[in-house]
């Protein structure tokens, strides 16, 4: 459009500050809406939601949204929407066929936005049967992140090459590429992402995934990823470790009715805003590390060295119970002693040659 | 291009003949096995060219580009005992020979540069490790920063070496006499590495390196050497020896992105070889909790005035960082986060396969990220397209083969690389 014009180029890099792109995954665990129905049925929490991805999109009218839904037994795209193929092209324009109800007072984006995740979160829940929901109540936490993830390192990716000389790295070695890309060295000149978890679900059902959330979280704190967490109910261990290991804000809303309203005040600034800003963080993060012998919160446990499985007491016959290895018990924690074979040896020389060795004996003797 | 290069190492031996107590051999013998010796005079990019129907050759490039992405993802996936406790001596040529201009800007301020991105790499990727530097310089070893599991203690020490020059000569035998003393101590359940950057073509040595050689192997110290110049006999008989008749542990940089290469490898734990040589045993651990005062107070670690700490949960003490060994009382101290950091080495992600065309009509975007496919050509020409292509998948398609999603390669790179999970398998329930 305006490239054609070498001067639009200069003023972006000179004046404009780099667009944010904000992820937000949504837990729909039906089972913990339910409960949540007298306070704030899901409806009126996607509404308020929509509301708060309006303002974001329209603080600055190049930032990006993409909305993932975490459901019971899989997780989904709600925006952009996958299913129909290329519907969305490069500047996340929407071909104009697909438009259905044509609204003229209404900002565009704010409308595909609107349509698209109310069409996609109606199809989620009306593909969601009975017998998927029986006996399960976690939510596919893992792999919403995942999602989230990929879809903001094709962002990344693809904003890096739209604005070409901002990461002058990429171009000369590709085949350095992705430490330079995965490191963040240029904070301002890059996308800015950032994920926000609507969480409602606890903890205890989502063991399992346990590894894989953690291995998101690990990824968001490598690329810089800020994971904000809004729990509306239910507490989650997970994710106090996510936001404080990323940086990122963890509340835990006392009234769940006031949503839109926390979500406005505490997660709508940017990492930049964010520097100059006095966040709601959380000080009394649950560090503590559970056993996989009798998942027991354990502060001090044995570790076995090959696997790193943590134990509460040391395993029946020092067998390590996840990968088998036979272990040595007996002096953990303790150093090698600073030579001990030679005063072992003196002894038994002196044992056995006691009358060879004239001077230490005539010694003592005489 | 394979002439010149030989004439080059032949004339620096030649003229440093008289300093060197060992020194490199004439790598023509032996460099057809080598890894990283031989690899470029093969690859003749130019040659592997194949104009597209459009008569550009912007499909080939893009092919290559690709091809280059997956050579660095398929790895052994295999689940491996990895010693996941490291105790790694990193040793920097200092000598003259590192002040060459042969990589940008010199082999000392790129190695230096490099370094920094190690250490940093090393304790994302290691974090209950531990990590020291040394440096040859002037036929002495130096002590840059001792043993501690702090990375900025490190990266501030390699910073400072910037300042100064590279100067004398190296003495490798120093070098690893110093290590082998720093890592003595260490216990037996971690490993113990030495990892040796190293320009020289010689090493000036005040006794017999292959005594020291010995002793490194009885106190089971591993060695890995990445060279800058050529292949030197001495460090290759070194890792050899060390690793167990391992000849991959020594290579020797092409350019400035295979250095950096050669040096990241390191940051994956080794495989374990055998229960012997590293004596599994069960590790006491504190996980402690965090606290914030209204006063501050002194951290037993370094006596620094903080208000937030953790605290020891054996003695109390508190300590300013983790993971941290207690000033007081030895216990080791981490958080349950940095044990799940390691997980993935151990739990790796499988590889994924290429999706012929005969498959690729199943998707027509990437699952994760929604970018679409190359729509799926009439099957005539599906043979003419597979044999342009190699080592990437035709259809620019990647299947997990335990979920059957199709992913791109940059998703591929990205789950394989960053985050370790598979975005289908994780998206979808297990039933």
């Known amino acids: ?138 939510t596919m936490l893992a792999g919403a992140l995942t999602l989230a993830l990929s879809h903001i390192n094709r962002r990344t990716i693809a904003w890096a090459e739209e604005h070409g000389g901002a990461n002058p790295d990429d171009t000369t070695a590709e085949g350095t590429a992705p430490s330079n890309r995965y490191s963040a060295s240029n904070e301002d000149e890059k996308l800015q992402s950032r994920i926000l978890i609507v969480s409602v679900s606890g903890s205890s059902d989502s063991a399992h995934q346990y590894i894989p959330v953690m291995n998101s979280i690990f990824a968001c704190q490598r690329l810089h990823i800020p994971i904000d967490v809004c729990k509306l109910s239910g507490d989650a261990v997970f994710l106090q470790q996510a936001s404080d290991a990323t940086k990122g804000i963890y509340m835990s809303l006392t009234e769940p009715r006031g949503l839109l309203q926390y979500l406005m005040m505490a997660f709508l600034p940017d990492q930049r805003s964010r520097r100059h800003l006095v966040l709601p963080t959380r000080v009394d993060v649950d560090f503590r590390a559970a056993c996989f012998c009798h998942r027991r919160v354990v502060d001090v446990g044995f570790v076995c060295s090959i696997c790193l499985s943590i134990f509460c007491e040391p395993p029946p016959e020092n067998e390590c119970l996840t990968c088998g290895t036979h272990l040595d018990v007996g002096d953990h924690n303790a150093k090698p002693a600073l030579l001990p074979r030679r005063k072992k040896k003196k002894k038994k020389a002196n044992g056995a040659s006691g009358s060879g060795t004239p001077m230490s004996v005539s010694t003592p003797g005489s | 291009m394979a002439d010149s290069d030989e004439e080059y190492v032949g004339d620096v031996t030649e003229d440093e003949d008289d300093l060197q107590v060992t020194r490199g051999d004439n790598p023509r013998a032996k460099k057809r096995k080598q890894r990283g010796g031989a690899e470029w005079e093969l690859s003749r990019t130019w040659e592997t060219l194949v104009e597209g129907a459009d008569g550009t050759i912007s499909s080939t490039v893009e092919g290559l580009l690709e091809a280059n992405k997956r050579k660095r993802l398929l790895k052994d996936t295999t689940p491996l005992q990895r010693g996941i406790i490291r105790h790694l001596i990193l040793i920097i040529d200092l000598s003259q020979s590192m002040s060459e201009k042969d990589v940008r800007p010199t082999r000392y301020l790129l190695t230096l540069r490099y370094a920094q991105e190690f250490v940093r790499e090393f304790f994302e990727q290691n974090p209950i490790s531990q990590l020291g530097v040394l440096g040859l310089r002037d036929g002495l070893a130096l002590r840059v920063s001792d043993m501690s599991g702090n990375p900025t203690e490190h990266l501030t020490a390699i910073q400072a070496l910037k300042t100064q020059d590279p100067k004398g000569l190296p003495s490798l035998q120093n070098g690893l006499e110093m290590a082998r003393g720093a890592l003595f101590h260490t216990p037996s359940h971690g490993t113990r590495e030495v990892l040796i950057i190293f320009g020289s073509l010689l090493s000036s040595d005040p ?221 979808k329930s297990a039933e």
């Open chain 2, 207 to 427: 006794g017999d390196i292959h005594q020291t050689i010995g002793t490194l192997i009885s106190d089971k110290v591993r060695v890995r050497v990445v060279g800058l110049a050529a292949q030197v006999a001495i460090c290759r008989e070194l890792c050899t020896k060390t690793n167990g008749g391992d000849e991959t542990a020594y290579g020797v940089a092409l350019n400035e992105q295979h250095f950096r290469e050669l040096m990241m490898d390191v940051t994956t734990p080794p495989a374990a070889y055998s229960e012997k040589e590293s004596a599994s045993s069960l590790l006491m651990m504190g996980f402690p909790s965090r606290t914030v005062e209204a006063t501050p107070s002194l951290c037993a670690c370094h006596s620094n005035p903080s208000r937030g700490g953790y605290l020891c949960s054996r003695c109390n003490s508190k300590v300013c960082n983790l993971p941290a060994e207690c000033p007081s009382c030895g216990l080791t101290l981490i958080l349950s986060t940095h044990l799940a950091r390691s997980y993935h080495h151990l739990f790796p992600l499988i590889n994924w396969v290429e999706v012929p065309w005969r498959r690729a009509s199943r998707s027509s975007a990437c699952f994760a990220c929604g970018i679409s496919f190359p729509p799926v050509p009439p099957e005539d020409q599906w043979q003419v397209a597979e044999s342009q292509t190699k080592g990437m998948s035709v259809s620019s398609r990647y299947e997990c083969t335990a979920c059957h999603s199709h992913f791109c390669i940059d998703c591929d790179l990205f789950a394989h690389e960053v985050v370790h999970n598979c975005p289908g398998c994780q998206s």
């Open chain 1, 1 to 138: 459009m305006n490239t054609v014009d070498a001067s639009e180029h200069y003023e972006l890099g000179a004046t404009d500050l780099s667009p944010s792109l904000l992820t937000i995954v949504i837990d729909t665990n039906p089972h913990a809406w339910d409960i949540l129905e007298d306070s704030l049925p899901l409806s009126k929490a996607i509404a308020n939601i929509l509301v708060f991805i309006n303002a974001h999109l329209a603080c600055n009218y190049a930032n990006e949204i993409a909305v993932v839904a975490s459901h019971t037994q899989k997780a989904a795209w709600l925006y952009p929407s996958q299913t129909p193929p290329a519907s969305t092209d490069q500047d996340g324009d929407v071909s104009m066929s697909t438009e259905t109800t044509p609204q003229p007072n209404k900002y565009r984006p704010f409308r595909i936005v609107e349509d698209q995740v109310t069409r996609n979160l109606k199809e989620l829940m009306d593909s969601t049967t009975a017998t998927h929901l029986h006996g399960n109540t976690s």
